[in-house]
């Protein structure tokens, strides 16, 4: 099956980085530290147990993480990385991924991809968990982004 020719919206772009920084298990697990840090510090200063500087420390720290994750990663990635301002087509063959522009194509079999994940525009396909493609799901008209969730399920066995 392949997809039509398209680009990337940088809307939506950003919003899927989001989706994959929220993912991994390592940030969630710091994002959880963060938010029961903060917890605890309003509730102890609350009940002047601790001093005001504990409860800003832990108010700032939680701000930053979240400017961080959420504005801050997404726009570094997507401003560092040409391939959000190129046109491509995807190609879901019966071996292999195919993804190809104006300039050249390029094709990994499924084995290379270790896990997948949908997004509300995207589907991530994972080579490990800092290397993978994002493709529009707009890539695909009518009941082919349909086709395109069942040869991705069927061909990227999560791990």
Do not use: C
Not at 106 to 134: A, C, K, N, Q, V
Request: glycine share 2%.
């Amino acid at each position: 099956m392949t997809s039509q020719f398209f680009t990337y919206n940088k809307g939506k772009v950003i919003q899927a980085l989001r989706y994959h920084f929220i993912s991994r298990r390592e940030i969630k697990f710091m994002m959880i530290l963060v938010n029961v840090f903060a917890i605890v510090s309003a509730a102890l200063f609350f009940y002047h147990k601790v001093h005001p500087i504990s409860f800003l420390i832990s108010s700032v720290l939680w701000f930053i993480l979240m400017i961080a994750f959420w504005f801050v990663l997404p726009n570094i990635i997507y401003k560092k990385s040409d391939t959000f301002k190129d046109r491509f087509r995807v190609t879901l063959g019966p071996t292999a991924f195919m993804i190809e522009n104006e300039r050249g194509s390029r094709s990994w079999p499924w084995t290379e991809f270790s896990t997948s994940m949908e997004s509300p525009h995207f589907f991530h396909l994972y080579f490990d968990s800092r290397s993978f493609f994002i493709v529009p799901k707009d890539a695909f008209e009518g009941d082919d982004e349909h086709e395109a969730r069942k040869i991705l399920a069927a061909k990227i066995l999560n791990k």
